[in-house]
């Protein structure tokens, strides 16, 4: 797992499992990079197997991210991390990129 920030975005690249056992990590992470944000990004595309502890995080944090007023995108192009979020209509509720890329460009500009 890797964080950056580009101004007040921040983007963390997820790698591995988002499984039970590192959900909490991760959760920890996105808390710790979602200080004095505009936008947060999270990258699943470095990701071998996304469970359901998985998806409710995304659920989570998507629905804080509606009430604190801040951007919220997922990067999923791969079928590991993409397929999970269709299934489960994720997809519907979360609003997914190809590439971090995508993302940054389709934030509000006072994002960046």
């Given at each position: 797992?890797s964080?950056?920030?580009?101004?007040?975005?921040?983007i963390l690249?997820?790698f591995g499992?988002?499984?039970?056992?590192?959900?909490d990590d991760?959760d920890?992470?996105?808390?710790e990079?979602?200080?004095d944000i505009t936008a947060?990004?999270v990258?699943?595309d470095?990701?071998?197997?996304?469970?359901?502890?998985g998806l409710s995080?995304?659920?989570?944090?998507?629905?804080?991210?509606?009430?604190?007023?801040f951007?919220?995108r997922?990067?999923?192009?791969?079928?590991?991390?993409?397929?999970p979020?269709q299934?489960?209509?994720?997809d519907?509720?979360?609003?997914?990129?190809a590439?971090v890329d995508?993302a940054?460009?389709?934030l509000?500009?006072?994002?960046?």
């Open positions: 797992m964080t950056e920030r580009i101004g007040t975005i921040a690249h997820l499992e988002l499984d039970l056992a590192t959900v991760v920890q992470r996105i808390t990079a979602a200080t947060l990004v990258d699943l470095g990701l071998s197997f996304l469970a359901s502890t995080l995304l659920a989570r944090w998507s629905a804080r991210a509606e009430e604190e007023g951007g919220f997922v990067v999923a192009s791969r079928r590991q991390a993409l397929r979020l299934i489960t209509a994720l519907s509720l979360i609003t997914i990129d590439t995508e940054l460009v389709a509000p500009r006072r994002a960046g």
